[in-house]
T-cell receptor, first 111, second 116 residues
Framework: DAKTTQPTSMDCAEGRAANLPCNHSTISGNEYVYWYRQIHSQGPQYIIHGLKNNETNEMASLIITEDRKSSTLILPHATLRDTAVYYCIVSPTGTASKLTFGTGTRLQVTL | GAVVSQHPSWVICKSGTSVKIECRSLDFQATTMFWYRQFPKQSLMLMATSNEGSKATYEQGVEKDKFLINHASLTLSTLTVTSAHPEDSSFYIC????????????FGEGSWLTVV
């Protein structure tokens, strides 16, 4: 699976948009970009995923560059409850395709 | 989204004993489930891929005789930590791909194991 690079940590003021970048320059054509987050002492929570088009759901938006070598997860109005470690993962689809976690970005939302 | 549930949420066992952790897909069938381990302040490390009706596939460095995985049905996989030692104390997390052909993997709540 392709590797990803994320900043170690980021801060965001409550109510502002949080933009979390991810580089995946070696992504293959059949690999999706997945975003998960992990709040302390809980299992990872699925946020969003995409292949090449931008995606939006009730939690976040995912912007993927045209060359697919990087992406940005956008939390439009961050709250204190969004404080977590955010993981960007690239993986092909398929029943047995697994997710390999990197170190992620620790997002701290502050008042 | 699809729901994956683990049991127990936390367990304390004595050194040398075995402990079983269950992972269930509650509203979908999962032919494949994944088991992870996470130590404090570290990322998730994939231990093995659990395949329904066949042997699990273990990642390099994971002892298959110590971490027994059974995936006897399409909704249940179990991880048994045999002859547990204090260094096996960790957060164990399972996951499953949601529904046949689905592109999303969902995770359980995790199980804290403390070996004393």
């Amino acid at each position: 699976d392709a590797k990803t690079t994320q900043p170690t940590s980021m801060d965001c003021a409550e109510g502002r948009a949080a933009n979390l970048p991810c580089n995946h320059s070696t992504i293959s054509g059949n690999e999706y970009v997945y975003w998960y987050r992990q709040i302390h002492s809980q299992g990872p929570q699925y946020i969003i995923h995409g292949l090449k088009n931008n995606e939006t759901n009730e939690m976040a938006s995912l912007i993927i560059t045209e060359d697919r070598k990087s992406s940005t997860l956008i939390l439009p109005h961050a709250t204190l409850r969004d404080t977590a470690v955010y993981y960007c993962i690239v993986s092909p689809t398929g029943t047995a395709s697994k997710l390999t976690f990197g170190t992620g970005t620790r997002l701290q939302v502050t008042l | 989204g699809a729901v994956v549930s683990q049991h127990p949420s936390w367990v304390i066992c004595k050194s040398g004993t075995s402990v079983k952790i269950e992972c269930r897909s509650l509203d979908f069938q999962a032919t494949t489930m994944f088991w992870y381990r996470q130590f404090p302040k570290q990322s998730l490390m994939l231990m093995a891929t659990s395949n329904e009706g066949s042997k699990a596939t273990y990642e390099q460095g994971v002892e298959k005789d110590k971490f027994l995985i059974n995936h006897a049905s399409l909704t249940l996989s179990t991880l048994t930590v045999t002859s547990a030692h204090p260094e096996d104390s960790s957060f164990y997390i399972c996951s499953a791909r949601g529904g046949t052909g689905a592109n999303t993997i969902y995770f359980g709540e995790g199980s804290w194991l403390t070996v004393v």
